[in-house]
């Protein structure tokens, strides 16, 4: 396809440049398994796209719902060119499972394409080390899409896994390095596409799409040496038939499946969810649930929320309001789920006064966004701001209390938000003041 855009013949893409020797990997004879080939890559292709998909889409919807555009929430420096697209999309409140699903989708996607992409990479890796290394404009530019292909891909998904188990060996901030790397890969991803596109249709016609998965072991053979240079030149006798490989693959997809819906869904499956990054015990109590976030790690004692504690709420006059005020006032008891960026969600009962109502007291019932303000003095989240929709919601509490007791200080005690399909972090803990705001 290259070739022909730029005009090339493909016997003569060599540059006047001093040949490597063939040793080791870069010898083509070095892979010698007769399982790769255009076949089994396209097999491994096909099956990864919907996911990458799948994993994507979830991704762009996961960053409208941080609502970037408005007071404190863009964690990614600007949305650039997309900013119109996010200023349009407004995330609703009005499906309380809405963050929860689509993060659960995100993860379990995520986790579904690791074993494809790897044995995508081990089909293919004879294709990395191929010489020379660039041939001509054309192969350069594949050769270049190639590497930010793999090398994308095996950030964004590394990076994600790291994230969900609260491991960061790094320097850099995750959010943004994790979004924009993600466009980087779907954009090599796009390129890489269209260029392997008659390859996959080829390799389909020829072989079948799923014959080659009913030759048992003694029946596996390469494919021709002339249909691809990843297939092996000199291949060892199988060790495996691809309907074997292919299980395998599928079989740890599957099993990944299972444990990463164990976290995201609850309930019986909890106890699966193996790679829960804080265990399946979170004591006893009406508090024993996910803590994303504990007092200590955030800087907030038991002076600042002891009985001094007030919360300042703003909007055309000014409330200042202690704990003991806000239980006097009328409360609301809704059944909601919470949902954490990492995948995990929770569905407690929680108890507390309606936004809409505080809004209604400091006159900001026409306010168009809500900014909330913790007693963490510093770090991510210490801060969010809510929509119309998401603060107007009659669901929408600041809670105090949680399945019938108070809330405990690690879940935000003594009063914390909650809105339904809000992203975890964006319910913010140990409130500290309120301020609404109009146009």
């Not at 943004?176 to 954009?187: E, G, M, N, Q, V």
Request: one cysteine or more.
């Amino acid at each position: 396809m290259l070739d022909k855009a730029f005009r090339e013949r493909p016997d003569a893409r060599r540059l006047p440049l001093p040949q490597p020797p063939e040793r080791g990997p870069f010898r083509r004879g070095f892979w010698r398994s007769p399982l790769r080939g255009p076949w089994l890559a396209s097999l491994l292709s096909a099956a990864l796209l919907p996911l990458i998909i799948i994993t994507a889409v979830t991704g762009f919807l996961s960053h409208v719902a941080y609502e970037t555009e408005l007071t404190g929430n863009s964690i990614t420096g600007s949305d650039g060119i997309l900013a119109p697209v996010y200023r349009a999309l407004d995330w609703p409140a009005g499906w309380a499972w809405l963050y929860a699903v689509n993060q659960g989708l995100h993860i379990v996607a995520g986790f579904a394409a690791a074993p494809l992409l790897l044995a995508k990479l081990w089909a293919v890796i004879p294709k990395l080390w191929e010489r020379p290394a660039v041939r001509s404009a054309a192969h350069a530019i594949e050769r270049l899409s190639l590497a930010l292909l793999v090398g994308g891909a095996l950030f964004v998904f590394v990076t994600g896994v790291f994230n969900i188990q609260i491991y960061y060996p790094w320097d850099f901030s995750f959010v943004p390095s994790h979004y924009y790397a993600s466009f980087i890969f779907l954009a090599a991803l796009a390129f890489h596409i269209a260029l392997k596109l008659p390859v996959m249709r080829k390799a389909f016609r020829e072989n079948g799409v799923l014959r080659p998965l009913r030759e048992d072991l003694a029946g596996t053979r390469a494919e021709a040496p002339s249909a691809s240079e990843s297939v092996a030149t000199e291949p060892e006798p199988a060790t495996i038939s691809r309907r074997g490989f292919v299980a395998v693959v599928g079989g740890t997809s599957v099993g990944l499946t299972v444990m990463m819906a164990g976290q995201s869904i609850g309930g019986p499956l909890r106890d699966l969810a193996l790679l829960a990054p804080r265990g399946r015990d979170y004591g006893s109590g009406p508090n024993d649930f996910q803590v994303n976030k504990t007092a200590a790690t955030a800087g907030v004692t038991s002076a600042q929320t002891g009985p001094s504690w007030t919360v300042e709420v703003t909007g055309r006059r000014k409330e200042t309001l202690t704990r003991d005020e806000l239980l006097a006032m009328p409360q609301a008891t809704h059944e909601l789920p919470i949902a954490c960026v990492e995948g995990w969600s929770t569905t407690q009962t929680w108890t507390g006064v309606p936004l809409a109502a505080l809004a209604r007291l400091v006159g900001a019932e026409d306010a168009e966004e809500l900014t909330v303000e913790s007693l963490q003095e510093a770090g991510s989240f210490r801060d969010a701001s809510l929509n119309t929709a998401q603060f107007s919601d009659p669901r929408s509490l600041l809670a105090l209390q949680v399945n019938g007791a108070d809330l405990s200080l690690d879940h935000g005690f003594p009063a914390r938000v909650i809105v339904p399909g809000l992203p975890g972090v964006h319910n913010t803990k140990w409130v500290a003041t309120m301020t609404f705001r109009s146009a």
